[in-house]
């Protein structure tokens, strides 16, 4: 089984900064890597698919890049409202990985 | 529009069944992959099951592989979720999503929650 570690799993910074978050697949995935955003007490929202395809209507400070087993995720110029946790995952064969979530707070 | 809602949530006693359904709309139904992704409290998304677009592959995470059961029922637009043998660690908030294509969930429903407790 193909296994995600995301990093780190809190971060905090300011409104303005540059936010980068990773995900690392246990072997090559090539680019089939998605991430999701969830803010408290709702479901989660895709952003990005297949590591850099930013889904309609999801704001352009958002980004990804990445194949292979080493992928990044990016919030060019955090918003209080990108208050959140992210998530990557993983699509195998009919079935599907996360990682384990990175929290975001503003400092 | 697409839509998703889940429901059958509720409080359960360990060992006993639950079925949780997912009314969809806004979408030809039979075209898409359905899945269920469950969160514990506190915790971190958990991906549970699959069902094909036509209902003949199924698949299931390793924590509740031969306990639950996914089905769809093309006359209603639902998909269920049928849980067998419930476990405290079963608790959690369960969302039914349709996958857009290769495992990228689009659409996600509200969620329901399942508490299991004596």
């Known amino acids: 089984d193909i296994q995600m570690t995301q990093s780190p799993s809190s971060l905090s910074a300011s409104v303005g900064d540059r936010v980068t978050i990773t995900c690392q697949a246990s072997q090559d995935i090539r680019k089939f890597l998605n991430w999701y955003q969830q803010k408290p007490g709702k479901a989660p929202k895709l952003l990005i698919y297949?590591?850099?395809n930013l889904e309609t209507g999801v704001p352009s400070r958002f980004g990804g890049s990445g194949s292979g087993t080493d992928f990044t995720f990016t919030i060019s110029s955090l918003q209080s409202e990108d208050i959140a946790t992210y998530y990557c995952q993983h699509y195998d064969t009919l079935a599907l990985t996360f990682g384990q979530g990175t929290r975001l707070e503003i400092k | 529009q697409v839509h998703l809602v889940e429901s059958g949530g509720g409080v359960v006693q360990p060992g006993r069944s639950q079925r949780l359904s997912c009314a969809t709309s806004g979408f030809t139904f039979d075209n898409y992959d359905i899945h269920w992704v469950r969160q514990a409290p506190g915790k971190g998304l958990e991906w549970v099951a699959v069902i094909s677009y036509d209902g003949s592959h199924k698949s299931y995470g390793p924590s509740v592989k031969g306990r639950f059961t996914i089905s769809r029922d093309e006359s209603r637009n639902t998909v269920y979720l049928q849980m067998n043998s419930l476990r405290g660690e079963d608790t959690a908030v369960y969302y039914c999503?349709?996958?857009?294509?290769?495992?990228?969930?689009?659409?996600w429903g509200q969620g329901t929650l399942v508490i299991v407790s004596s």
């Open positions: 297949d590591a850099s």
């Open positions: 999503s349709r996958e857009a294509v290769r495992g990228v969930l689009q659409y």
